[in-house]
């Protein structure tokens, strides 16, 4: 059988994809809130997050999108399941997730579309970033703040010294040492930290998922128009 150099090139980018894979060490939470219409302000978009990382990468995704996966296969594996699900949140899961390596300066958008995950790479995000001089205590870490402008928003962030992660929430990275909380000046969009957790089991991976296709925009486009 013969297979079309596209299809052999996409195979050889999910392999290199799968060979990525290396262990977390730790995960951190956040509250991610965003206002979505600026003539209501009081009103936002919320979501729990969720950074999973070691030295050379961070997988930012919903952590409430998870849950709920977790919770309809449970329903749905129940001896009692009849056809209707039962499903409370009051969260909105984002379809997106963000795997950031730093060692090969490379970041890959996984978008969810129904039951397919997608792997898009997009170009690395950097951002200049002025330590400033203001201190103060997060979740029991000794926290320095630091400013950055970053896709059209100035964005303060706080970071700790104490936990040695280079990176942070979204797309947001580069300081020395983990960002637990960052929001831009008007308040429009913020990731308050909301707890950090020490990862020992060696099966969590900073990875793509492992049924990621590897795809464009374009085509995740397409493919969500058509459901």
């Not at 997988?59 to 056809?83: L, N």
């Not at 992660?165 to 429009?188: C, Q, V």
């Amino acid at each position: 059988m013969k297979y079309s150099l596209p299809f052999l090139l996409s195979l050889a980018t999910q392999l290199l994809f799968a060979q990525e894979r290396t262990p977390a060490i730790a995960k951190v939470h956040y509250e991610f809130k965003h206002v979505n219409d600026s003539t209501q302000r009081d009103q936002f978009i919320r979501d729990e997050t969720v950074v999973y990382l070691n030295q050379q990468a961070s997988y930012y995704t919903s952590y409430s999108s998870k849950r709920m996966q977790d919770e309809v296969k449970k329903q749905m594996e129940g001896p009692s399941f009849d056809g209707t699900l039962n499903i409370t949140t009051r969260s909105t899961p984002s379809s997106s997730s963000y795997l950031l390596d730093a060692n090969q300066n490379k970041m890959t958008e996984v978008v969810s579309v129904a039951s397919d995950n997608f792997a898009i790479p997009q170009a690395y995000p950097t951002q200049d970033w002025e330590i400033l001089g203001d201190r103060k205590e997060i979740g029991g870490y000794n926290c320095q703040n630091a400013k950055t402008t970053f896709k059209g928003r100035t964005y303060i962030a706080w970071f700790t010294t104490e936990l040695p992660f280079s990176y942070g929430p979204w797309k947001l990275h580069g300081l020395p040492g983990l960002i637990l909380d960052a929001r831009d000046t008007k308040n429009e969009v913020i990731f308050a930290y909301a707890g950090f957790d020490k990862i020992e089991d060696g099966k969590t991976s900073v990875a793509l998922p492992q049924n990621a296709i590897v795809s464009t925009a374009e085509e995740v486009k397409k493919n969500s128009g058509s459901l």
